[in-house]
């Protein structure tokens, strides 16, 4: 999976950065529309998160995006 580091404005609840509302993507503000779907992944072995959201853009286009818990960075995936 290729990732690209993007900047994400984001409801902050008490998990800290939790549901993302506006992305950016190379210069390019892009707003949440709706969440398409949304799921969790763990690394059994050393307990690194990744909070995964599809999103719809306002845009158009659908993305899926995730926040690393560990490193406190959001990314965009390239399928």
Known sequence: MLVELIEVVAYSGYRGEECPRLFI??????????????????????????????????????????YDEEMMLWFLTKE
């Open 25 to 66: 993507i190379r210069g390019e503000q892009i707003e949440v529309k709706g969440i398409l779907n949304m799921w969790i992944e763990e690394n059994v072995k050393t307990k690194k998160r990744k909070r995964f959201f599809r999103v719809m853009g306002s845009d158009g286009h659908e993305y899926t995006i995730y």
